[in-house]
């Protein structure tokens, strides 16, 4: 399917920590799976450069880094189809956040969430309010922005805290799009519900914050031994159990079919000891997990293989960033001296797109023009029998990929060399568009 018509999806990961089961539940499994629907166009990123805010210990971002590309690629995520790659590959990204800097208000980063928790923090311990608040905190939401908008993503999966930095980042794409047309489309969050929130060792949400955490691809006997650890209540072998509020029996159910599910609570019921109950999770999720481990530690050591996949997601993304940083380069103003309208006065006209205009004549046919945004024609159909069929003729000049105006005779008036080549270039502007 033509990638215009398929929805564009992307989200990032912060590149600090490694990869738990809460990860892999939440995220990673749910996001490789919906990464395999024909109609989506997977963009997945590693935010590094996001990660620097919040950590500034060079070995661990790099560390981090590569669990979690591994992690990916290892759970299933196929780098042939989807669009994977590492944020600070793209000097796009960094180059937009600054254009989107330029029309953001302070005042809306002044709101943003994070920055508003540790400005409260500073007050309650009688702090300077900014203390320790570094400005990448506080443009954490425009580069965010940069990121969603780079490639004009539709769809943007993330976790209910991230739901304003969507909301910002259509702020930003409004605000520009205001000021120099329309370049940017509007995003909008998606918060995956059916998702289980998976519990730590603690029973507390599983959380790097919390310490309790089991990691992903640890060897199969760590991972059994921290199983081991999950707190359960002090009943003894025999007594029935109960399976709300139980940890263990949660993190089950997320790796289990509704059928192994019904059998565990059946053997809660039974009073199955929580040793046994421990083995048969290390066992359910080992069968899950074991298949992908071996990918995962053959990625591991060999580093140069996941720089090698990241740098093709790179390439690939910026097929897509560097024309269109081109684009919006142009559209603010920065570009050649002896481009074309630098004496143009008004910026509603500099940033308006040429349009199609359709009408009918009084022969009784049906006819288009293409119109500059000064009004001045760049192109003039012949007449067609109806409406559609002019629409149709409209649509394929729209998406093709176009070199030159010849083969289009049958439909259109002729056109002098000049007139063709600024007919192409306008063309050319909305197809980008
Ligand atoms: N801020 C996101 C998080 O902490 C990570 C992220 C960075 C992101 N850039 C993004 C998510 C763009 C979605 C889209 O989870």
């Not at 809306?108 to 300077?128: E, I, S, T």
């Not at 029935?240 to 089950?252: D, H, N, V």
């Not at 046994?276 to 060999?302: N, S, V």
């Not at 070199?403 to 439909?411: A, E, F, P």
Request: net charge negative.
């Amino acid at each position: 399917m033509n990638s215009k018509n398929r929805t564009r999806v992307l989200t990032g990961i912060t590149t600090t920590g490694t990869p738990h089961l809460g990860n892999y539940v939440g995220a990673i499994r749910p996001t490789v799976q919906a990464s395999r629907d024909s109609q989506t166009d997977g963009f997945y990123f590693l935010a590094d450069y996001h990660a620097l805010i919040k950590c500034d210990e060079p070995a661990r971002i790099q560390r981090s880094t590569l669990e979690i590309a591994a992690s990916w690629i290892a759970s299933g995520l196929d780098p042939e189809k989807v669009t994977f790659y590492r944020q600070s590959d793209i000097p796009e990204i960094p180059e937009l956040t600054w254009l989107l800097t330029c029309v953001t208000g302070k005042g809306l980063l002044n709101r943003a969430h994070a920055y508003k928790a540790a400005m409260d923090k500073n007050n309650a311990a009688g702090h300077d309010t900014d203390a320790d608040v570094t400005a990448g905190l506080f443009m954490y939401p425009v580069l965010m922005g940069a990121d969603i908008l780079m490639f004009k993503a539709h769809k943007v999966p993330v976790g209910r805290d991230q739901i304003q930095h969507i909301e910002m980042a259509r702020d930003m794409a409004s605000s520009f799009n205001h000021l120099y047309g329309e370049h940017f489309v509007l995003p909008e969050a998606v918060i995956e519900e059916s998702v289980a929130l998976l519990p730590g060792l603690d029973g507390r949400k599983m959380s790097k914050s919390y310490d309790n955490t089991i990691p992903l691809f640890a060897p199969a006997a760590q991972m059994r031994k921290q199983i081991a650890g999950i707190v359960t209540d002090s009943k003894a072998p025999g007594e029935p159990k109960t399976t709300e509020g139980s940890a263990l029996f949660q993190i089950y159910q997320a790796f289990a079919s509704a059928c192994e599910t019904a059998a565990m609570a059946q053997a809660y019921a039974e009073g199955i000891g929580w040793g046994d109950a421990k083995q048969m999770l290390f066992e359910r999720i080992d069968r899950e997990i074991a298949p992908m481990r071996e990918r995962y530690q053959d990625l591991i050591d060999h580093p140069d293989q996941m720089d090698k996949i990241l740098l093709a997601g790179a390439d690939k993304a910026r097929q897509l960033a560097t024309p269109f940083m081109r684009e919006l380069r142009h559209a603010v103003g920065l570009r050649a001296l002896s481009s074309g309208s630098a004496a143009v006065a008004t910026p509603e006209i500099k940033a308006a797109l040429p349009s199609f205009k359709q009408y009918r004549e009084k022969d009784g046919q049906f006819y288009f023009k293409l119109v500059d945004a000064q009004g001045q024609v760049l192109l003039q159909s012949l007449g067609f029998a109806s409406p559609k069929d002019a629409g149709q003729t409209i649509a394929q000049l729209q998406t093709a990929g176009l070199h030159d105006l010849s083969n289009w005779s049958q439909v259109l008036e002729a056109l002098s060399p000049e007139k063709e080549r600024s007919a192409l270039n306008a063309l050319g502007k909305l197809i980008n568009s």
